[in-house]
């Protein structure tokens, strides 16, 4: 309880805890902004344009978890090769799964 206490009153803790979660937190409040963004552009100009800009925030999206959330961007180049492969296989099989629902 007593570090708990002394972490809230030590301006040092304090800054050192806000260099640690300053990333995470701005990759945060991004991702809702893109959030916002997508659901506004689908509410106020539903059309085929606005569907292709939304799959543009969708990847800014994919994006910012793979570099700021994930920290792929502070890894070695073949942890970033195989986040990629990873990414790119999930698309793949989200792309077959529509394929077979909008084939029906």
């Known amino acids: ?8 009153h030590d301006p040092a ?3 050192a805890l806000w260099q640690r979660m300053r990333v995470p937190a701005f990759a945060f409040v991004a991702l809702m902004l893109f959030l916002a ?17 939304e799959i543009g925030l969708v990847a ?3 994006l910012t978890v793979l570099l700021f959330s994930m920290e792929v961007r502070l890894e070695t180049p073949l ?5 990629l492969i990873g990414f ?3 698309g ?5 799964v529509l ?3 909008l084939s029906r």
Do not use: E, K, N
């Open 37 to 53: 963004a997508i659901v506004g552009l689908g509410a106020l100009a539903p059309s085929r344009t606005a569907s292709f800009i």
């Open 88 to 90: 790119a296989w999930v």
């Open 1 to 8: 309880m007593s570090t708990q206490l002394s972490i809230a």
């Open 60 to 62: 800014c999206m994919i």
């Open 92 to 96: 793949i099989l989200f792309g077959m």
């Open 79 to 83: 942890m970033r090769f195989f986040a």
């Open 13 to 15: 803790a304090r800054h």
């Open 99 to 101: 394929l077979d629902y």
